[in-house]
C-alpha cells in the first residue's frame, strides 16, 4: 500500500478532489490523504456536491493542515503532489522518509466566477485533469522503476497530462 499526500494552500477544493478520486480508483494500493499549508477550515461545498454526485464517499473529507502529516506516528509517506502554484513554491515541512514529490499545478476552482453552472463546470474540469493524472500515475510500474526514472514520470505527470494527443 502506497500513502500519497496531495497538498495545497487551503485543502478545500483540489488536493480534497484529489484525495476522493486516488481512494475510489487506486483502492487497495494507494491510500491518499489531503492537506493544506493554510487550510481554510472546510471543504468547498462545491467539491462536497460533485463528488457525492459522482458517487465518491464524503464522509471523512475534511480541511486539514500538512503538520499533521509532518508528526511523529502520521502515516509514512511515499509520494506528495502539489496541485496549487502556491503550495510549491512554499517552504514545506520536512517529510519523514524522504517521499517522491512532484508538482502537478491546476487553476483553483474555487477562484471561480460567475453563475452556479460556470462554477461547477470549473470543478468538474478540475476533477476530469485530476482523473485523468491519478490514472497515468496508478498505471505506471512502480516496483520496476528506479528512483530517478520515477521522479521524471511523476514531473512529466504534471506537465504533460492535459496536452492534447498529437498526430
Not at 63 to 89: M, Q, R
Not at 135 to 148: C, Q, T
Amino acid at each position: 500500500m502506497y500513502n500519497v499526500l496531495f497538498l495545497c494552500t487551503g485543502n478545500s477544493a483540489r488536493s480534497i478532489l484529489a484525495e476522493a478520486i486516488l481512494n475510489r480508483e487506486g483502492a487497495g494500493r494507494f491510500k491518499a490523504y489531503s492537506a493544506g499549508s493554510h487550510p481554510n477550515g472546510r471543504v468547498n461545498p462545491y467539491a462536497l456536491e460533485l463528488l457525492a454526485g459522482l458517487h465518491h464517499d464524503v464522509a471523512d473529507l475534511r480541511s486539514k493542515s500538512w503538520d499533521e502529516f509532518a508528526k511523529p506516528g502520521a502515516p509514512a509517506l511515499d509520494f506528495i503532489f502539489t496541485v496549487c502554484d502556491n503550495a510549491a513554491g512554499e517552504v514545506c515541512p520536512v517529510w519523514p522518509g524522504k517521499p517522491m514529490t512532484a508538482h502537478w499545478g491546476l487553476p483553483d476552482p474555487a477562484a471561480a466566477v460567475g453563475s452556479d453552472a460556470e462554477i461547477r463546470a470549473a470543478f468538474l474540469e478540475t476533477y476530469r485533469a485530476l482523473l485523468r493524472r491519478i490514472g497515468i500515475f496508478i498505471n505506471l510500474p512502480l516496483v520496476s522503476l528506479d528512483r530517478l526514472s520515477l521522479q521524471r514520470r511523476l514531473q512529466a505527470i504534471g506537465k504533460d497530462a492535459d496536452k492534447p494527443a498529437t498526430a
